[in-house]
C-alpha cells in the first residue's frame, strides 16, 4: 500500500488571487526541505498538497518531521493511496488504520468525493465506511460528535486516500512569501526565538552576529551556528555574517561613560546591521528586545537605538515575558542550546550601573568620542559569512 502525506496550507487559502504564488512557494520549500530525505513528488489540486515518494529509498517518518516544520502548512495526514474502487478503499481502511482503531473506542467516518463520478455519493461511503469498520472492529462504537478518531475518506482524482485524525501543521506563510529580514543573533534565549516568529510570518532569514574576540570565544560563535542550525529547521536555510567587533567594544569601553556603554553598542550594531541588511536585499532588522528586560530595553534606551535606524526594526517579542519567551525557545529545541555558558560580547561588556534613561542628546554627545564611521566601515569590511542548514 502507498503511503503520502496530504498537506493542507492555512492562511494561503485566504489570499485569493495570490494563492499560486503561494502555493507555488510552499511547494519550492518543501522539495528543498525534502531534498535530503528522498526522492518525492508534489502534486497541488483543491487547495491540498500531496506529497508521493518516488522510491523505496525515501525516508518517510524523516520527510513527515520536516514538514511538520514547514511554515504555510495548517495541517497535514499521512493517508493510504489506493485504487478508487469501494472495496479496496474498505479493505485498505480496515488494514492502514488498524494500528490506531485498536486503541481507541469511538471514531467516525468522513468522505469527501472530489471526483464526481464517483458511483458513490459521500453519505453513501461515510455509511459503507462505517459499517465495515463496525463489523472489523466490534470494540468500536461511532460517536459522530466526540469521536476518539475521524477516519477520512477522500475520493480525489488518482486515488483514494484514507487517513486517521490530521496533524497540526507549524502554521503561518510560506518562507520567502513576505521578503527577506536581518535577525540580530546573540547566543542568548530571545534572539532564536525572535528569528522563528518572524520566519512564522513568512521571513527568509539572514542572520548577524557581533563577536570580539578575544573577549568573546570560538565557542560562542559555534553556539550561535547551533542555535541558527534548530532555527534553519523551520526558516529554511540561513546565511550568517559575522561581524568583528571588538575594536568597536574597546573603543566604547575606552572614550564614553560607563552608564551609556549598552545603547551606543547597540546604536553601533544597528548602523552595521543596516548596511549588511541593505546589501543583502533585507527590508527589515529583528531584534529579540522585549520592554523592561534589562537597561537597554527600556523605552528611552529603545528610542535611542532607533534613532539610528532607517530601515524598519521589528521585535516580535517586545510584550512578551521570560516565561513565554521561555515556552517557545523550549518548543523549538533553542532553550538548551542557549543555557550554554560561552560568553556573548554583549555581557562581557555590560556595566555596573547603565543608565536606564539615556536621552538622545546625552547619547550623540557621547557618541562624539568615537570614529563612527570608520568603526562601521572597517567592521562591514571584516565581515565573514557562512551558510547554515539544518539538513
Ligand atoms: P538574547 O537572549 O537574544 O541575547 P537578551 O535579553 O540577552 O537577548 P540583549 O543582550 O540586551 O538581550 O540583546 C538584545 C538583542 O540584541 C538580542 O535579542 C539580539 O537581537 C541583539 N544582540 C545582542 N547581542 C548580540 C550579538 N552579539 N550579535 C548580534 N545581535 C545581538
Ligand atoms: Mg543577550
Known sequence: MKEVILIKNGELALKGLNR??????????????????????????????????????????????????????A?????????????????????????????????????????????????????ETGGYLLRKFPHLVVDVHNPDLIVTVEVRDNYAYIHGTQLKGAGGMPTGSAGRAAILISGGIDSPVAAYMMAKRGLELIAIHFASPPYTSERAEQKVHSLLKQVSKYSGRITLYVVPFTETQEQIKDNCPEDIFTVIMRRMMMRVSQIIAQREHAGALITGESVGQVASQTMPAIACTDAVCEMPVFRPLIGMDKDEVVAISRKIDTFDISILPYEDCCTVFTPKHPKTRPTLDYVEKCEQALEVDRLVKEAVEGTRFIHINAY
Not at 502534486?43 to 506529497?51: F, K, P, Y
Not at 478508487?84 to 471514531?107: C, H, N, V, W
Open 20 to 73: 499560486r504564488t503561494f502555493e507555488d512557494m510552499l511547494v519550492k520549500n518543501m522539495r528543498r526541505r525534502l531534498e535530503s530525505a528522498g526522492k518525492f513528488n508534489f502534486t497541488i489540486a483543491q487547495s491540498t498538497i500531496v506529497a508521493e515518494p518516488m522510491d523505496e529509498f525515501a525516508d518517510f517518518d524523516e520527510a513527515v518531521s520536516r514538514i511538520e516544520k514547514i511554515f504555510g502548512i
Open 75 to 127: 495541517g497535514f495526514s499521512r493517508a493510504a493511496a489506493v485504487e478508487k474502487d469501494m472495496e479496496t478503499i474498505l479493505r485498505s481502511a480496515e488494514e492502514y488504520l488498524a494500528p490506531q482503531l485498536l486503541g481507541i473506542r469511538s471514531f467516525k467516518v468522513e468522505a469527501k468525493r472530489s471526483d464526481k463520478k464517483f458511483p458513490l455519493t459521500s453519505p453513501e461511503i461515510c455509511r
